[in-house]
């Protein structure tokens, strides 16, 4: 269990988003106005040279009013079958005042052969090795996601 919930920023390098020219490698700081339209440093990250159309994301830090917990509430072998199942429960409480989207990976790491077989919330299979849960959670509230992957080897 991994209390923390790291920040990013995630956007294209293209012109429509006011670039859309390589990128050096360097640091990029990150600044947001306040609410008397004062800029505020929010975080900074270093970049790799990134070409123009590209996607730069950059990790700002972790969030000290979101927080997380993981639990495997379930494990189960059938080596006759030859699989594997568990499930998991990951709790994220919102402490902001206001509505986030919080990105959920998971990364089933006990066989390559792996289906995730039953979810209670949407997810995206991103690559062999990892699941992604996006979640919207509103101002003080909880988001519980409860998924069961199965193995197979």
Known sequence: SNPKVGVFVTFQNEQKAGLGIPLPKGKVRVYKRDDEGKEQFIGEDQIDHTPKDEEVRLYLGNAFDIVGARVQKNFRVVVSGHT????????VRNHKEEEVEVLVYEHP?????????????????????????????????????????????
């Open 109 to 153: 790491w006990r066989w390559s052969e792996w289906e995730i077989t039953k979810s209670n919330t949407a997810w995206e299979k991103v690559d062999q090795s990892t699941v992604k849960f996006p979640v919207r959670i509103p101002k003080g509230g909880e988001k519980k996601i409860t998924y069961t992957v199965r193995y197979t080897w």
């Open 84 to 91: 594997v199942e568990e499930t998991f429960e990951i709790s």
